[in-house]
């Protein structure tokens, strides 16, 4: 049991380039999220999903989209990479009922650059 | 004005010691309450929910005060494993949490 799962953990990346960010969890969770985590800002919620096939916007979606690949994966694309996204980014994975919403479970994080 | 704000800290202690951090919300719907722990570069993990009545688990103590909108956590008999950043999250509804910047702890022998 892995728990929650993402890749890479490591990028640099060019203004203007794109990349995926890979989630995957294995505890048969019904929703998916991704943060970000810059210093002092605390984690913010840029996307989420409550199903499989559904995806909702978050506090700062903008310059992000997700896809909902099936119940275990969740990928979080960048199409066109600016410095201010440089941050660290978490997915999260929860049973998200009533009462056990705050339960969410964090994958290692990724951390990205944009130079 | 942020939706949830913590002490950013440090707060430095010694082993033994008794401290506690403090945090506020802005959205008076919220319904659920946590702290949450942060190890240097790590992920966060959940350290416990905060319940109206108040809430112990071990050491750890969480109090929610609905009427000033704050929530506080009491670590007593510091640890030196205790050292972390503490966050505080806030659930205005089912899919969306809010999380404080943190407060950073360092207990010292």
């Known amino acids: 049991n892995a728990g929650v799962t993402q890749t890479p953990k490591f990028q640099v990346l060019k203004t203007g380039q794109s990349m995926t960010l890979q989630c995957a969890q294995d505890?048969?969770?019904?929703?998916m999220y991704w943060y970000r985590q810059d210093p002092g800002m605390g984690l913010r919620l840029i996307y989420y999903?409550?199903?499989?096939?559904?995806?909702d916007k978050g506090e700062v979606p903008n310059g992000y989209n997700v896809s909902r690949l099936n119940k275990r994966e969740f990928s979080l694309r960048l199409e066109s990479a600016a410095p201010s996204q440089t941050s660290v980014y978490f997915c999260a994975s929860s049973e998200a009922t009533p009462g056990l919403a705050g339960t969410q479970y964090f994958g290692p994080g990724t951390r990205l650059l944009v130079l | 004005r942020k939706e949830v704000e913590q002490d950013p800290g440090p707060f430095n202690v010694p082993e033994g010691a008794t401290v506690a951090f403090n945090c506020t919300y802005s959205n008076s719907a919220s319904q659920s309450f946590f702290w949450y722990r942060q190890d240097c570069r790590k992920e966060p993990k959940l350290l416990m929910s905060?319940?109206?009545s108040g809430n112990e688990d071990g050491r750890f103590t969480a109090q929610l005060n609905r009427a000033s909108q704050y929530i506080s956590l009491l670590i007593r008999d510091s640890k030196l494993s205790d050292s972390a950043t503490y966050l505080c999250v806030v659930n205005p509804n089912n899919n969306d949490m809010r999380f404080g910047a943190g407060t950073r702890l360092t207990v010292k022998p």
């Open positions: 505890m048969n969770h019904n929703s």
């Open positions: 999903s409550a199903s499989e096939g559904t995806t």
């Open positions: 905060v319940y109206s």
